[in-house]
Structure formats: structure tokens, C-alpha cells
């Protein structure tokens, strides 16, 4: 029986596929994601990279591998993994009925955590949104909700950070703040997983550049920026029309 909470160093994907009926969307994909890191799940539309979110997030179950929480395993861990694990999806999950701290709150209730209003009264001080916390969210950017949908993640502290996509839709200013947010979730030891075709804003940023394709990990390409390695990973023995879902 696990304990009641759970910590890991590093999370291990060991060889998983993952099957929707005769689609593989995964196909022996083996990773290894370490404390202090920001690892890039790269790839055109349809490699995977979602699918693989899931699984991390225990969301969806590998047809063949396993995932490792250190020692865990999502059946060995139970709830309690969950727990531990931050998941911002192209859906933000914020109510737009209620304001900004409602939402903190509500989120926090759910987590069980203790010391609401200090964890909400800093987490809306680092969304910057603290003059805006008593407004419904219904009235904010996509900017704004990004930013505090991101927070709600990290309310209880995740050890495992996971983000879908997350600078869909944000202005150059606030790409940059989440530039600076993701450098800190780094020195603070925990591990961030993302998805992303903003190959430019992510350059220099990333630790471990994971290119899938078809749902394998392709080699690292060769080439001095991002762009071009991810170029050359995904292009390689690709059919003639296999580029398109590349980014320009």
C-alpha cells in the first residue's frame, strides 16, 4: 500500500506503445526525464506527442511498456501519483463564472491543501494578477486565463509538470513570461514536460529535445538551431509528402 505521498527524481517511459483500436499512436518509445529539467516532446500534428502526455499524466494506459515514478508505477502509486502530477491541457479547466481567486480556491479544495489563502494570494501575485483576483475570468485575455490556469497546475506543488501546447494563442509579452516561469519550475527541481511547435520561443530553452514521429523517437538531427535538428530528425527517410506537418 503506497504512502500517502510520493516523490520521485525522474520519471522513465521504458519501451511504451499505446494502441486505439488497430492505430498505433506509440510505438516502443523509451525516455528518460530527470528532477531540474525541461524536456520538448517535438513532432508535426499526429506523431504522438498528446498521447504520450496522457500516459505520463496516467491519463491513458501504455498497451505494452510501462512508466516509472522513480520506483512507482501508476498501479503501484494509485491516487497518490496523481498528486504529484501538474497536467495543462489545450483546455484550461477555469470556470469563467467565477473570478480569479474563486477559481484558486475552488482548485485547492479539490487538492486538499492547507493555508488556502496564502497559496491563492501567491499564485495570483505570480500570474500577476493580484489587481485583477476579485474579476470574473470570463472578462480575461487568453493571456491572462493562460496564466492562471497555469498556476491552478501548480497549486499543490507537482513534482511532474505537464503542458499541452502551452504558448497557443499568447503575445510575445506573455510567451516571455512563461519563458521565465518554466526557468523557474527548472530551479526548483521539478520536472516539466511539454508539447510545443513554437520550435523558435523554446530554442536554448530545453534540456532533452524528445522528436517523435509516427509515434517512434526519431535520432537528434544535426544542425545549429532547434529548427534545424528538428528538420532533420523528422525528415529523414520520410516519404515525399511527409514534411507537411512540419513547422514552416
Not at 491516487?79 to 479547466?93: D, N, P, T, V, Y
Not at 501567491?122 to 493580484?130: C, I, K, P, Q, R
Request: charged share 25%; glycine share 12%; hydrophobic share 40%.
Amino acid at each position: 500500500m503506497p504512502p500517502p505521498s510520493i516523490d520521485f527524481d525522474q520519471v522513465v517511459v521504458d519501451g511504451v506503445s499505446r494502441a486505439y483500436g488497430r492505430r498505433r499512436a506509440l510505438r516502443q518509445v523509451s525516455v528518460t526525464c530527470r528532477v531540474g529539467e525541461i524536456v520538448g516532446l517535438l513532432g508535426p500534428n499526429g506523431a504522438g506527442k498528446s498521447t504520450l502526455l496522457s500516459v505520463l499524466g496516467t491519463l491513458a494506459e501504455p498497451s505494452a511498456g510501462e512508466v516509472r515514478y522513480g520506483t512507482w508505477t501508476a498501479l503501484t502509486a494509485g491516487g497518490a501519483l496523481r498528486g504529484r502530477i501538474g497536467f495543462l491541457s489545450h483546455e484550461l479547466q477555469l470556470y469563467p463564472e467565477l473570478t480569479a481567486r474563486e477559481n484558486l480556491e475552488f482548485f485547492a479544495g479539490l487538492y486538499g491543501l492547507g493555508d488556502t489563502a496564502r497559496r491563492v494570494g501567491a499564485a495570483l501575485e505570480t500570474a500577476a494578477l493580484t489587481g485583477r483576483a476579485d474579476d470574473l475570468v470570463e472578462g480575461f485575455s487568453r493571456g491572462m486565463r493562460q496564466r492562471l490556469a497555469l498556476e491552478r497546475v501548480l497549486l499543490h506543488e507537482p513534482r511532474l509538470v505537464l503542458l499541452d501546447e502551452p504558448f497557443t494563442g499568447l503575445d510575445e509579452s506573455a510567451c516571455d513570461g512563461l519563458v521565465a516561469r518554466l526557468r523557474s519550475l527548472r530551479a526548483a527541481g521539478q520536472i516539466v514536460v511539454l508539447t510545443t511547435h513554437d520550435l523558435d520561443l523554446v530554442d536554448g530553452l530545453l534540456d532533452q529535445e524528445v522528436v517523435l514521429r509516427a509515434g517512434r523517437v526519431r535520432a537528434p538531427g544535426a544542425g545549429g538551431s532547434l529548427r534545424e535538428r528538428y528538420r532533420a530528425a523528422v525528415l529523414v527517410d520520410a516519404p515525399a509528402r511527409g514534411g507537411r506537418g512540419a513547422p514552416a
